[in-house]
T-cell receptor, first 115, second 114 residues
Framework: DAGVIQSPRHEVTEMGQEVTLRCKPI?????LFWYRQTMMRGLELLIY????????DSGMPEDRFSAKMPNASFSTLKIQPSEPRDSAVYFC?????????????FGPGTRLTVL | AQTVTQSQPEMSVQEAETVTLSCTYD???????LFWYKQPPSRQMILVIR??????QNATENRFSVNFQKAAKSFSLKISDSQLGDTAMYFC???????????FGKGTLLTVNP
């Protein structure tokens, strides 16, 4: 298996522009997570899906952020409009089944820079 | 709410030696799991080891082992026979409650010197 795939790996954009980050989970995994990593706040969970349905979006910072999962093999995280404070590494992760012990498999991340 | 504290922002160790990374956590859940994830310079997050809170026996995975002290809410990671490839950021995390959310610490940057 190719693992969790994220694109792009790097994104540089200007303030005010729309940014779309993409994720393909591991085939068969039914949970998908979006995380943001910054020096100041560490690794934070933004939102997660179960069987394509958003379960908890309490970590989404504000209305400028939205996430969708139209099918089991694809998810997007959109920021519109983007701001310099959104600069971070965004990770997508997926897991198989529910459970506290279940390992989450992470993608390589997208480094976003908003100028 | 769950919190994870890693009090050592950076550590270094000589190749082949042993090093211990500290982690304390807090959770109101009675059933939870603890994890150590590794993030090398490639940025990829990799699971190193996990521990079930209701198991007293400490988990081990080859050169990696944990010291789980439930009463003290402490979960340290010991790396034996350190290798250059162990150089990475190490994150402690806790998973508890009905929402399966992982809460991470801020990480410890470990450098293994030749």
């Amino acid at each position: 298996d190719a693992g969790v795939i994220q694109s792009p790996r790097h994104e540089v954009t200007e303030m005010g522009q729309e940014v779309t980050l993409r994720c393909k989970p591991i085939s068969g995994h039914d949970y998908l997570f979006w995380y943001r990593q910054t020096m100041m706040r560490g690794l934070e969970l933004l939102i997660y899906f179960n069987n394509n349905v958003p379960i908890d979006d309490s970590g989404m910072p504000e209305d400028r952020f939205s996430a969708k999962m139209p099918n089991a093999s694809f998810s997007t995280l959109k920021i519109q409009p983007s701001e310099p404070r959104d600069s971070a590494v965004y990770f997508c992760a997926s897991s198989l089944g529910p459970g506290l012990a279940v390992e989450q498999f992470f993608g390589p991340g997208t480094r976003l820079t908003v100028l | 709410a769950q919190t994870v504290t890693q009090s050592q922002p950076e550590m270094s160790v000589q190749e082949a030696e042993t090093v211990t990374l500290s982690c304390t956590y807090d959770t109101s859940e009675s059933n939870y799991y603890l994890f150590w994830y590794k993030q090398p310079p490639s940025r990829q997050m990799i699971l190193v080891i996990r521990q079930e809170a209701y198991k007293q026996q400490n988990a081990t995975e080859n050169r990696f082992s944990v010291n789980f002290q439930k009463a003290a809410k402490s979960f340290s990671l010991k790396i034996s026979d350190s290798q250059l490839g162990d150089t990475a950021m190490y994150f402690c995390a806790v998973s508890g409650g009905s929402n399966y959310k992982l809460t991470f610490g801020k990480g410890t940057l470990l450098t293994v010197n030749p």
